[in-house]
């Protein structure tokens, strides 16, 4: 793999609790320059919304969870992908310079991988002021790790201090060529039985051609981690937001670099309390508003449409928003719609639980809280393509299903009550509702 | 599709407990002939081993869990697959005259199947005397299809005997095209958390080049149900045996049926009593023993193989016997082989149920099994060719999914002690040893 063929990218994000995230997020086609080339590029990567047509040598940015990529392109039904066998928990080396065994030999249809490196990543003692391996304060890049770990600890005391006994417990890790994350979990709390908030940063390179090949693959695909509370009527919450940067070729200077932003915030409760739900939704909306007014519809309906359990024909639960590829509008303007979103993240959810956490229930309800938590398990490893991909490829297992569910049910052949508090719920999640 | 291309298959089968168990059973290619087509089907089927070159119009019998195919081709990584939308819980018909909206557009390497009919089953009220649309007595389709139903019988019997509670409930179903089944489902016993026990005849038909092209695909890929005890010192038992055929096109009449059987049977303990294992190994190998000695060695390695979970590194549970494509014997044998293997299943596992059933046990013990339990979903859900294809083309989601656990459990980064019980467990699943 000629290094100036190389495009590399970078990551990060941050979020809380499971499934996937990345629907429709694409890789780039970044190849050495042609005029040709760059037109043809520009054709391509239309469907990503990206207006630049010059490139030269950047990085990719988004914050993520906990489950990282180097190498961002899942295989998808028209390629074929060979991995190196990993019967340990592995991560993929993101640094450029190491990848000498990662080879894609890409065709028009199918992509063949012949090998993917592995490296398992390094625990760190202590968190390192940035995992970015170049930075400057003023960067994107720079002010959305900033912005994402901020969250991470504001989101993280909230959770504790509504808990009130369990408390996170952090894995610090990097990679040698760069990037890194952190991982906190809180497992048998008093309230939740197992929360997940994890932030990283993911550097990865690959020829131009797995770019062009793989476009129609999800990009920088990732389950997020988990708030799963232990009262059935206290809703399990899951949030991901993520910037995504790429670099041209090194020896193709003053290409601008291409970006793009993702994310979003969804309510899975086992009972709708419609207060609750509207009082999320609308926290939701005003987020949003404040940006552009049609971003609420498009972001709910992209929710509903993204958490669909196929073979159910339900959704995993009442959504919220959900966005991709976001790379038409202004940066800054992008940039702080994320923040407020994160941001939104602790009044949308924690007076939910301060109302539920103590609610009276019974086995019944539990049952029906652990028969939902099933679906989640079903989303997660039947159509979340983070997990699918992490699994297929190698990536820290434990990283990847801590968006499962502590514990889960399946009875067979299980039918709510038509009328029921249970029958509503999956009403609900079957024909998706407006909520205020 | 044309008439004369299609081919029309027919299977049966009958399991016990979770996941799938067709690894390897391939589709037949058998195009329209001419001399030079039939020598090049010779070389395209001879990985499963066939050696007939002619075809005539058949049908493939099989004995199956209670998910049910008419389709067998599942998508690889090589084909892309559109079904239609199934919001609800359907089957596809498996009638070759109503098949007209079935449409396989195969390309070399790309195979587009640009709709699937799905309907639903019919359900009945009584247990018909045969599910097959033709038969003679004799035919080795009937007499697999008796055996599977008795074997279905005696093993329910034994299950209710044991569980001294608990009750299968029993679903009859038919297709108006042919075939059907029997789901019996016992929940919530006093032995059993779950346990399912399926038979079913399964018609299917598709167009020569689809056979071709998937060749590499498995064929009648099924999750089998499941017998999870409720004690974690009592193992859970999968098992079953199939028998697939199929037919030539109609306009070659003459051709010879093209056959074979498949099956295993596999346990998964959370706990090892050595006795228990060599018990269940020794029983297998005696079944094996008594047609050929080396198909114990063979498919108690290919057991291995098969119930790999690759992302964690470890096999789902300690192992059994797995056959496929099984048919360069004597047919008769291969029936009386799998009969032997089938009546093997309450000699093999009761007597290690009768003996844990009651041992007491801690709420730590209760975690473990249910931890191993999740490894059972993650198997399912993500390797079981059987489940991913049932859940993506709309088979019916209870009967694929009756192979889950009623519970399950994930903790984030579990390691049990090294040289503990569990330990033991997870080393053995890591690395499979030889019982006997």
């Given at each position: ?14 979020l809380?609790s ?31 919304s990206?207006k ?31 991995p ?9 080396h ?38 970015l ?24 005391a909230?959770i ?32 939740w039985?197992?929360?997940g ?24 695909q990732?389950p ?7 009262n ?12 995504f ?17 993702g ?6 409760p ?8 509207k ?10 508003d ?7 519809p ?51 959810y ?13 086995d ?32 820290r ?30 009403d ?5 509702k407006e909520?205020?």
């Amino acid at each position: 793999m000629g290094k100036k063929q190389a495009l590399s990218h970078f990551l990060i994000s941050s979020l809380l609790s499971p499934a996937l995230l990345l629907l429709s997020c694409r890789p780039l086609y970044l190849p050495p320059v042609s005029a040709a080339a760059a037109a043809d590029r520009r054709r391509i990567v239309s469907s990503s919304s990206l207006k630049n047509s010059k490139m030269r040598p950047t990085a990719t940015l988004t914050a993520s969870s906990s489950l990282n990529y180097g190498f961002p392109i899942p295989p998808s039904s028209s390629t074929s992908f060979t991995p190196t066998p990993s019967p340990t928990n592995c991560y993929f080396h993101p640094c450029a310079k190491k990848f000498s065994s990662l080879r894609f030999k890409p065709n028009k249809r199918n992509i063949t991988r012949s090998a993917v490196s592995i490296e398992k990543e390094i625990p760190e003692t202590e968190r390192p002021i940035t995992f970015l391996r170049e930075s400057e304060g003023a960067d994107v890049r720079a002010r959305f790790e900033k912005m994402i770990r901020d969250a991470q600890d504001s989101v993280c005391a909230a959770i504790e201090a509504a808990d009130k006994g369990g408390k996170f417990k952090e894995d610090v890790w990097s990679r040698p060529g760069g990037g890194g994350g952190i991982s906190r979990v809180l497992q048998d709390g008093a309230v939740w039985e197992k929360a997940g908030v994890n932030v990283s940063v993911v550097y990865g390179v690959m020829p131009p051609e797995a770019y062009r090949a793989a476009k129609a693959a999800p990009a920088d695909q990732k389950p997020g981690p988990v708030l799963h509370p232990k009262n059935p009527f206290a809703p399990t919450l899951h949030f991901n937001y993520r910037y995504f940067e790429t670099d041209a070729p090194q020896d193709v200077p003053g290409a601008p670099r291409q970006w793009w932003f993702g994310g979003g915030t969804d309510l899975t409760p086992a009972y709708i309390f419609d207060e609750d739900v509207k009082h999320f939704h609308s926290t939701q909306k005003k987020a949003c508003d404040k940006f552009d007014p049609t971003f609420y519809p498009r972001f709910k309906k992209w929710c509903d449409d993204y958490f669909y359990i196929k073979h159910r024909g339900e959704r995993r639960g009442l959504g919220g928003i959900f966005f991709d590829d976001l790379n038409d509008y202004d940066q800054e303007m992008l940039l702080s719609f994320a923040t407020e979103c994160a941001n939104s993240v602790v009044p949308a959810y924690i007076p939910i639980i301060e109302k539920r956490k103590d609610t009276p229930f019974t086995d019944h309800h539990k049952a029906w809280q652990q028969l939902r938590r099933g679906r989640y398990v079903e989303f997660n490893l039947v159509y979340d393509r983070g997990t699918t991909f992490g699994l297929k490829t190698g990536g820290r297992i434990e990283s990847i299903l801590v968006s499962l569910p502590l514990s889960a049910r399946w009875e067979y052949d299980h039918k709510p009550e038509v009328g029921s508090e249970e029958w509503k719920l999956l009403d609900a999640c079957i024909n998706p509702k407006e909520w205020i």
